[in-house]
Structures are given as C-alpha cells and as structure tokens.
DNA sequence: GCGTATTTCAAACACTCGTTTAAATTATTT
DNA sequence: AAATAATTTAAACGAGTGTTTGAAATACGC
C-alpha cells in the first residue's frame, strides 16, 4: 500500500463530513478531496456511498451495542434471581452510559456522536433504515426490560415514550452540530453533563 | 386567472411533499407535475424553492404561533395577579394544546404536522434555520414561563429540556411519516393520544 | 526479476437539479 | 377594440451528483 491505508481514511473523512453535513450533503468528491484520495476509491473499496454508511456504523455500533446487550442481560438475570422487578433507570443507563463510554474512549467518536443523532431522523428512510436495522434488536430488547420495569403499562405505551426518549436523545447527540435550538442559552456545559441530564429527563418522563 | 390559483396548488402539493419526502429529496420537477402546473411556475409565484418553503410554513406557523403567545399570556398574567407561579403543565400545554386544534381544524395540515417535525431536525441548516426563526419568539417566551414555574432550576437546565422535549415532540409530529422506530409496536393511536401521551411525558420530565 | 494481482488514477457517462430565458398566451385596463 | 400587464409555456443552461471504465502504477508471491 501507498499511504497509511486509503480505506480508513476514506472511513475516517467520510465520518466527520456526514456528521456536520448530512449524508445527501456531503458529495463523494469532497470527501476524496479532504481524504487526500482518488474519487473513483470509494466505489473501489466499498462499493457504494450508502455501503460506506453502513461501514462506518459497524465500525462503532458493533462494540458499542455489544456492551449493551450484556449489561441488559445482567440486569434480566439479577432481576430474574432476587425476584424482584428491575428499575426504570438501572435499564435505561445500560443503553445511555455505554455512549459516554465510547465518547471517552476516543476523541474521535465525537463525530459519530452527532451522526447517530442525524440518523435518528433523517429525513431520508434510506439513511435511516440503515441506522436502525443495526439497533432494532437492542431497542426490542430495551422495550422488553421497561415493561419489566413497568408491569402496569402497556408495551404500546412504553414503545411510544422510548421514541419520545430517541428523539430527545437525537437532539442532545447533534449537540454543538445543529446547536442548541435556543441561541445564546444552553452552551456552555459538557456533553457529559448534557447525557446526564438527558437521562434524569427521560427517566421520569417514563416513570411518570 | 385560467385555473383555480396555481399558486394554491403549488402551496399545497408542495406542502404534501415536503412532509413526505423531506424538502431535499422533492424536486421541483415532482411538485409542478403533480400540481399539474408548469416548472417556470414556483419561481414565477415564490422566487425560489427556499422562498416556497418559507411561505408555506408562514401559512399555518402565524396563527398557531399567535394562539400560542395570547394563551401564554394570559397565564403569566394569571400568575402576576394571584401572586402564585403558574404550573409547568399549565405552561406546556400552552405550547402543545394548539397544535391538537390546528389538526383539528383542517384535515390538510396533516401534512404540515410532519413537515414541522421533520424542519426540527432536518440535517439542513437551511431548512431549519427557516423553521426556527418563525418559532425563536414564542420559544423564548415558553422558556421564561417555564423558568417562572420552576424557580429553583437554572436557565440554561430549562431550555436544555425543552431542547429534549422538542427532539421528543419531533419524532411524535412525524408519526406515520417516520413510521414508528419500533416496527410492530405503537401504531394503533391516534394523534390525539399520542400527542397527550408526549405532553404527559415532557411534563414529567421538565419537573423532575 | 518476472508475472500476477491489487490498487490508483484521470476521464467520461448518464442523470438530476434549481433557475433563467424569451416567446406565446391569457387577463385587465383604457 | 386596442394596448398594456400578468401569467404560462417549452426549452435550454450550467453546475453537481454517484458510478463506471480502462489504462497506469504499485505491491506481492515465486
């Protein structure tokens, strides 16, 4: 090989761009351009744009919803065996915390950050199918534990507020992406803060 | 005038459009086809695409937004007078309770239900910029009210969970559109229910 | 060092897009 | 009815898109 690997470039550039861009905004050409690369690697190494997105969320989606399913599963067994129900919260941190998590392992997944908050409601269903047929099964798995959690609701209920859940998660990971809605306020705290208080919000409005 | 205001018809197959497809992924060739009018048209009668958008959310965002600050008046004035703070549900649904009559009103805004959804989270800048500077007013004003009702939070922690609150309101304004993350669940509710199922939510999210 | 396979490259392809133009048509005014 | 203004129309413009192609360059096995 020439450089340091033209794929993970390609991975690494194309990462960023969605994210600040948008997937439809940002061009093959300009991702080849900043990459340092030749237009025609792209389809080379991955096929297509779309296959490229789907790249870049394995790379991270993977591990990440790994950690995830073992701390549900962990929390079903020990619920399972002192008989008791789990709790609300003790559920919804074993899919928000491992976020903070990834964001501290590498500085670089800041932007993967953002670019599962635009995928959450991309205005294309392409995008967005590609994003979520990698989460389904942690989300059905998440609904499962909040009905454990919340015996006297129905599963309809507790699907509808993990979407309400999903779409303030979707706003708080474009953080410092889209900028907050209200200009001047809310800037200047940390995106750890932020996913705190994103927790504590979503946890009662389920519990509620 | 040759046939009943082609102007209108743009309005409203583009508004239909918009919200189904996403204002990117609608050309202008698609709207004038279906609208059954010229190409030339839409930038005979708006000027440009971004200038359609702009009128269209004009339409529905001037009343609602209007219902909205009188009602919101009236219950900070209702607050001064009785000396007592006005309720954070109070204030909400000062925000929400319109939107339920807009719907109401006329079946057409359906379609303008998800087009507000979609704008609140569009990867656009464009698009939400043109969005939020018809709403930046009356979300000001529901932050003060709110901050009123909760005295012992911060500014920022309340626009913050507005923030939440609005990703959560997107994903519920798209219902049908986006269809629901979670495939089989959640689709047997009307909009009615769900929008109260989202205010419940907020509401107990915003105080907690 | 040679031959094979992999990777890079510039160029072109086939579209689609929003916008503009200038002529033809329709409405309105005088 | 003539003249002016407003609207509609077909056609083209220029720029941008993802993808494909076939030749050049590089890497690797023997």
Known sequence: MSEPDTKAKILKTAEELFAIDGFHHTS????TTKAGVNLAAVNYHFGSKESLLGAIF???LGPLNEIRIK?????AALAEKSGER???EEVLRCFTEPTLA?????AS??????LVGRSLSDPDPTVRQLFLQRVRDVLELLVDLL???LPHRSRESVAWKLQFSLGAMSQTLTFQNHGPILGSLAK????????EMLTEFIVKGMEG
Do not use: N, W
């Not at 990834?102 to 590498?106: A, E, F, K, N, R």
């Not at 997944?109 to 953002?114: A, H, I, P, Q």
């Not at 200047?188 to 996913?195: A, W």
């Open 28 to 31: 093959l050409r300009k991702i």
């Open 58 to 60: 394995d790379r991270h």
């Open 71 to 75: 701390r549900m599963e962990a929390v």
């Open 86 to 88: 789990p709790g609300v």
């Open 102 to 106: 990834l964001l501290h392992s590498d």
């Open 109 to 114: 997944t800041g932007y993967f950050r953002m």
């Open 147 to 149: 009905c454990q959690a």
């Open 188 to 195: 200047d705290k940390s995106i750890d803060d932020v996913i």
